[in-house]
Structure formats: structure tokens, C-alpha cells
């Protein structure tokens, strides 16, 4: 079913009510000369005064009400309106596409992706619909916590800048130094009003910092360039001297249409403005939101002229050096929509920022990033995260020089419809990396070093404190290499991959050092009984002594091996240098040097020395006790299975490095 705006309809469903043909009449007027706010008030003056029985009319004037607040961006106005125009027969399927478009600017993905889907059934593959109702879907799972990258921003509303109007537009110029801004607040002399919005005419306002960075409160420009007409949405070269503006002008008995005006900054002041001819040869189009690149010599801009794909689409003029139109071109199909794509902004020249209803989007205007292709045909897109966008209308977006930060606009969280000014942030995530430093009993070493290196080239070192913790904050999407080490002890080389989180992150590099000439117990090495052969279950325990003999090819280790108190001294002697030379076997198999390892079998002559950990591990030992015979005899039963257990043990030790003397040097 094609949509249309039923005027026709309109007159000749009103012929038999003459007691109200000129009040609607009136309202109507209003409606099309774009005096939003003065057609409102009639539309719901005549809306009450008609009576209920007489549906096709309320259908007629509860729709052009809609369309009335839907203009004036009062959303939750213009959704009950169209609902009461579609229950009272409105007969243009266009009600149920602009009630699921006022639904998502609200926030109320479930309605409007029904209010979608339903129009869909009347006007299949309608792009705007398709489009709407893609970008509600995907609202959608972003409420389900789907899009971590909205943590990414902070988002604050700017009051310094904000009146009790609307604010919107900002622009950054002057190496970040001035903010221009558009605004309708009441400070604006004079006591005419817009019949469009029922608000001052707009001007434009600046702000500038101090000599400690702080902006300072607003002012009007006191110049030719604000007047008795709707001036905003400022665009300033990069040396400061040229402002691309719009304007708005007409007459009482037509609407006004912007067109686009350039100053120049004479001794500090701004000039009054003259209009650009865009040579466009049509007057019955608007020309507005100019956005000019740093050297002047390219101009966005946004029209409904002919040529375009629907709506207001973003164009581009170049310009030559007198500031003078040479040619216009269309943005392409990759910008533009069917829907309206408006408030254009450049960066750097090269990334143009831009605001539309007719993407995907998450309600109203979204914000959209550009970038042109590397071929130069065709933009890559990208619809900008939450809560940069929201439901409501997001446009206007300007950025620091060099820095992810700036202000936009937007009317999120006003009933009526005002915009405000908004500061953002990219809050980077916090990742911090922290990890303790033991030995190999587990026991805190503290006073240990840490030197990491960055991939960023960033270098840096760390003691751990008394707990044997360390702690620092990594750098997102930065590798990182440590090197751990203490007196006593072999240096341990670990690494931490780069990091990318949207969220705030913890990662854990703990670090466990081997000492030097004492002791360390290979845990989880098997025999069979009575046997030397090692088990499978050993493998894991002596590949990880493996690798520390391939890390410190200067080491030289000692392997022992020790049984309980079973059996005679001589076959528990044999039986336990049998076991040592099995891992020793185990380790020159894999590579290992035989002069660097020798192997000793202890038997039972050594008992284990119960310290803090085993003491708080089994509290039936006394720390200090060697598990001696005499000293196990006395334990119960259970507890002396537990002490022979300890025993019978495979330990490590890395041997100091032997002494040079001066002549062996030579």
C-alpha cells in the first residue's frame, strides 16, 4: 500500500462539517507553514471538540497532531496520537510505521518491533520499516548486556552549557579553546517567538576556556552574524576566520527555509553573514548543517533537494579559494537513507560523523561514524555505541583534537523535547595485573623483584611488600614480559599476552621461585612397589623440572630419593639410588646433560624435617620434628601412615655454582 499523506481525503471527508472546516483549516495552516507548536494547540482544541461518533475526522486531525509533536520531537505525545488515529480508522498505513518509529525513539523495543512487524505485513520491504525494525531487534540484545563496549564511554550532561531550552550543536574550534553551541534559551532578547517550537529564535552562543583550561559561562555572539532570525549549527575552518552557519528566513505567509550563510572574523568579530549560493537552481528545497573541512575547501552539507535517496540527505560542495561553489555531489547510498541523515561533522578531514533515523539505530537520530574507503568510492560505517546513542535523537558530535572526548547533543530524558549538550569520555578499561611471589613450599617471599617489559617499550620494576604481593596497571592491548627474582633463589621468566577488555580486569601472574642449595620435593613422582620404574602419573612433576633445567642451562641439580623406615638400611639405600637414576634417566632422555644431574640414594637416613607448612597441614606434627623412627613410633596408627608417607619422597636441589679460583679465571 503506498504511503501518502491523505489531504485529499482530508477535504472531502470534511465537507458536511462546516461548524469546524475553518478551525481545521486553521490548524492546519499552522501545520504546514512548520508552525509545530501553534498547530498543537489547535489540532487539540478541535480533537476534543469533536465528537466521538465521528471517527473518520478524529482519525484525520489525530494524525496531523501526531505528525505535529513527532516534529517537535515529543515522542510520547505523538505515539498516543497515532494510536488514537489508527483506532479511530485513519486510512494511511504511514500511522503505523511513524507509531513504531515514536515506540523505539521511547525506548519500547517490544512495541515498536510489533508496531514493525505489523506495518510490514501492509507495505512488505519498506526500508525504513526493515531498517527500524533491524535496529530495535539489536536494541534489544544491547539490553541484555550484549554490548559491552557501552562501559567504554561516560556520558555527562554538561549544565555550564545548558539552559532551561534547547542547547545543541557544539562545535570545538580554536584548538579546543572556543565551544560554539546553538540555543533558543530565554536570555535571547527580544520577546518574538518561533511558532515552530513556541522558543526564542535560535542564536549562536560561545564559550571560551580560561587560562587554566576552565570554560567559562556562555555568551551570545555580540555581533552582525546573530539577528532578528533563527541562526545555528556552526561550522568554523581551522584557522578560525570562517563560519559556515545556518539560517532560517521567511515571511507570515510562507514557511521558512534554511539556507546556509558564511561569515568572516574581522579583528575578533564576527561579520554578518551572506548566503551561499550552493547552485543548486531550486528554492523549494532546504540547504542546512554545514560542516566545512580545516582547510575550507569541502563543505558538507544537508538538503531535501532532487537527486537524493529521500528525506534530508548530506551532500558535499567543493569549494575554491574565494569560498565560491564549483560543483555539489551527492554523499552516496553508503551515508544515505530513505530516512533523514543530518548535523554532519568532520574529523581530521578524513572521518565524517553524522546522525540518522534511517540506519539501523537505536530510536530517532543515531550517531554514525564514516570513513571513506580505501579506493575512495563508498563510506565504512559504523553506528556509534551506548550511551554515545540512545533512544532518543543523538546528533551534533564534536571531539577534542587527538583525544577520544568532546560533546554532542541530544534530547534523551526530556519530556519535552529540549536538546542539551552532553560531554563523553572513552574511559579506558583499568587492568590491573597482580600475583604473588613463593617458594616452593608455597612459603611468601618478600622484597622479590619483578622487571617487565612492555611491547609499548615501557619498562618498569616491582618489589613485592610483605605479603610477597605485587600489584600494577597494564596498558590495554600491551604484552608484557617478567622476570622474577630473589637472593637465594633462580630468576623465573614468565609472559602476560595483550589484554583487550571493555570492562575493568584483573589478571593473576604468580610466580614460584626454586632455591638454590636446599631441598625442593617432587610431588606426584610414582613407583611401583618395590620397583625403581617410574610410573605415568610422574610425567607432568618432571617435565615441569624439565623445563626449569632448559631455563637455567647453567644449573647443576642434585636428585635424591628416600624410602620410610620399612626394610633394612642396605636395600633401602640400593633401592633408593635405583629410583634417583630413573629420573635421571627420565631427564637425559629429554635432552638434559648427564654431568648436570646426579643422582643419590639416601634411603631412610635422612628423615623429613616437619616445617610450618606440613605443621599446619597435619597439626599432629610438631614443627622442628625430624620423622625419625623414635619419633613416628609415638604417633597413632593413622598418623604414622601419614609421617611414612612424608618419608618416602624424590627431591631436587640445585647445587650452588662451584667456586673459580683467580687462576682457573686465567
Known amino acids: ?126 526500508r525504513l520499516a526493515v531498517a527500524g525494525l533491524q535496529g530495535a531487534e539489536e536494541a534489544m540484545s544491547d539490553k541484555s548486556g550484549t554490548e559491552n563496549e557501552s562501559l567504554r564511554y561516560l556520558v555527562v550532561r554538561a549544565d555550564l552549557f545548558n539552559a532551561s531550552r534547547s542547547d545543541f550543536s557544539p562545535l570545538l574550534a580554536h584548538y579546543d579553546q572556543r565551544l560554539y553551541f546553538t540555543s533558543s ?80 572574523r574581522i579583528n575578533g568579530i564576527w ?96 550517531l554514525f561514524r564514516a570513513v571513506k574507503s580505501a579506493a575512495g568510492k563508498g563510506w565504512h560505517l559504523q553506528h556509534l555505541p551506548t550511551p554515545l546513542n540512545s533512544p532518543a535523537d543523538d546528533f551534533g558530535i564534536t571531539f577534542e583534537q587527538a583525544k577520544e572526548r568532546g560533546f554532542f547533543s541530544s534530547n534523551r530524558g526530556d519530556a519535552r523535547g529540549y536538546d542539551h549538550i552532553y560531554t563523553f569520555e572513552l574511559v579506558k578499561p583499568v587492568i590491573t595485573v597482580e600475583g604473588f611471589v613463593v617458594d616452593r613450599d608455597d612459603r611468601l617471599i618478600p622484597g622479590a623483584t619483578i622487571d617487565l617489559v612492555g611491547s609499548d617499550g615501557t619498562r618498569q620494576r616491582l618489589v613485592t611488600d610483605r605479603e610477597g604481593l605485587y600489584r600494577f596497571t597494564a596498558e590495554e592491548g600491551v604484552a608484557y614480559q617478567f622476570l622474577a627474582q630473589a637472593e637465594g633463589f633462580l630468576t623465573r621468566n614468565r609472559s602476560l599476552p595483550a589484554i583487550r577488555s571493555h570492562n575493568d580486569t584483573v589478571c593473576y601472574v604468580d610466580f614460584e621461585l626454586t632455591p638454590y642449595d636446599r631441598p625442593v620435593i617432587l610431588e606426584h613422582i610414582f613407583y611401583d612397589f618395590d620397583r625403581a620404574q617410574l610410573r605415568s602419573e610422574s610425567k607432568e612433576e618432571l617435565d615441569n623440572l624439565l623445563q626449569l633445567m ?42 638434559i646433560a648427564a654431568d648436570r644431574l646426579t643422582p643419590i640414594g639416601y634411603g631412610e637416613s635422612k628423615p623429613k624435617r616437619v ?45 650452588p655454582p662451584p667456586l673459580i679460583t683467580p687462576w682457573e679465571k686465567e
Open 1 to 126: 500500500m503506498k504511503r501518502f499523506h491523505s489531504y485529499i481525503l482530508l477535504l472531502v471527508v470534511l465537507l458536511a462539517l462546516s461548524c469546524n472546516r475553518v478551525r481545521l483549516s486553521d490548524a492546519r495552516n499552522h501545520y504546514v507553514r512548520g508552525e509545530y507548536h501553534e498547530a498543537i494547540a489547535a489540532y487539540r482544541l478541535l480533537y476534543r471538540q469533536t465528537p466521538r461518533e465521528e471517527r473518520a475526522t478524529r482519525g484525520v486531525i489525530a494524525y496531523e497532531m501526531a505528525e505535529n509533536y513527532r516534529l517537535l520531537n515529543r515522542s510520547a505525545y505523538a505515539a498516543t496520537a497515532y494510536r488514537n488515529a489508527i483506532r479511530d480508522g485513519y486510512p494511511d498505513s504511514d500511522a503505523s510505521l511513524r507509531l513504531a518509529q515514536m515506540l523505539h525513539r521511547e525506548g519500547d523495543y517490544p512495541g515498536a518491533i510489533d508496531a514493525y512487524r505489523h506495518y510490514l505485513t501492509l507495505v512488505p520491504d519498506d
Open 611 to 655: 616445617d610450618g607448612t606440613l605443621a599446619e597441614r597435619y597439626p599432629f606434627l610438631r614443627e622442628g620434628a625430624s620423622l625419625t623412627e623414635e619419633y613416628i613410633s609415638k604417633l597413632l596408627p593413622a598418623e604414622q601412615a601419614v609421617a611414612d608417607q612424608l618419608n618416602r619422597r624424590t627431591e631436587f636441589r640445585v647445587l
Open 185 to 264: 534559551r530565554e536570555a535571547i532578547p527580544g520577546e518574538e517567538r518561533s511558532p515552530v517550537t513556541g522558543t526564542k529564535f535560535h542564536d549562536l552562543y560561545l564559550s571560551e576556556r580560561n587560562s587554566r583550561g576552565e570554560w567559562q559561562k556562555p555568551k551570545r555572539i555580540e555581533s552582525a552574524l546573530n539577528s532578528d532570525l533563527d541562526e545555528g549549527i556552526a561550522s568554523v575552518t581551522a584557522d578560525g576566520d570562517l563560519m559556515f552557519y545556518s539560517v532560517v528566513a521567511g515571511g507570515e505567509d510562507q514557511p521558512g527555509l534554511p539556507g546556509i550563510y558564511l561569515s568572516r
Open 271 to 366: 561579520s554578518a553573514g551572506s548566503r551561499l549560493d550552493l547552485k543548486a537552481g531550486d528554492s523549494l528545497s532546504l540547504f542546512a548543517h554545514p560542516a566545512v573541512s580545516g582547510s575550507g575547501d569541502i563543505l558538507y552539507f544537508v538538503s531535501d533537494m532532487p537527486g537524493g535517496m529521500g528525506g534530508k540527505d548530506i551532500w558535499l560542495a567543493h569549494l575554491d579559494k574565494r569560498q565560491e561553489v564549483m560543483r555539489v555531489e551527492h554523499a552516496g547510498g553508503s551515508v544515505n537513507t530513505p530516512g533523514n541523515e543530518m548535523f554532519p561533522t568532520l574529523r581530521h578531514d578524513t572521518i565524517l560523523y553524522f546522525s540518522s533515523d534511517g540506519h539501523p539505530g537505536k530510536g530517532g537520530l543515531d
Open 550 to 591: 632448559r631455563e637455567h642451562p647453567e644449573i647443576r641439580v642434585e636428585l635424591s630419593a628416600h624410602t620410610d623406615r620399612m626394610g633394612s638400611d642396605r636395600y633401602n639405600d640400593a633401592l633408593s639410588l635405583r629410583r634417583a637414576r630413573s629420573v635421571v634417566d627420565y631427564l637425559t632422555a629429554a635432552g
